[in-house]
Each structure stands twice: as C-alpha cells, then as structure tokens.
C-alpha cells in the first residue's frame, strides 16, 4: 500500500472516532440537561400540589369550625323549643 493512502486511512479512522466520542459526549450532556430539567418541572410540581393541600386544610379546618358554630346554634334552638312545648 501506498503511505500516504496508510496515513490517510489512520487520520480518517482517528477523525471519526474522535467526532464519535464528541456526538456521545454532547449527546450525554443534553440527556443530563433533559434530566434536570425534568426534575425542576417535578419540583416545582411537588411544592404546588403541597400548597394546594396545605390551603386546602386550612379551608377544611375553617368549614369544620363553621359546622361546629352551626351545631352549637342548632342545639341551642333545639333546647329553647323544648322549653317552648
């Protein structure tokens, strides 16, 4: 074979596995972005649905001592019909 074909031949091979190596490597980097990315999205997902039933507590707790006033209100007309009767 003729020498410079050789050297040829070996500068194309170490070319294409250097660019090989690059495309995998920028390839891994854009996964791992992907990755974090999706992780903040599950985040920022997590801590809304936390609000969300942290308020909705609040509210439960807030109907339940309504219902509580109502049922205290309810006896005491109870109590004032019987002494009526």
Do not use: P
């Not at 170490?14 to 999205?41: D, G, N, P």
């Not at 609040?58 to 019909?81: F, M, P, V, Y």
């Amino acid at each position: 074979m003729n020498d410079g074909l050789l050297i040829f031949l070996a500068s194309a091979g170490l070319l294409s596995i250097v660019l090989i190596v690059v495309i995998w490597q920028l390839a891994a980097s854009w996964r791992a972005k992907a990755v974090l990315a999706r992780e903040a999205e599950y985040r920022k997902l997590g801590e809304r649905a936390t609000a969300t039933q942290e308020e909705t507590q609040r509210r439960l707790e807030a109907i339940g001592a309504q219902l509580t006033d109502a049922h205290s209100r309810l006896a005491a007309i109870e109590r004032s019909l019987t002494v009526i009767d």
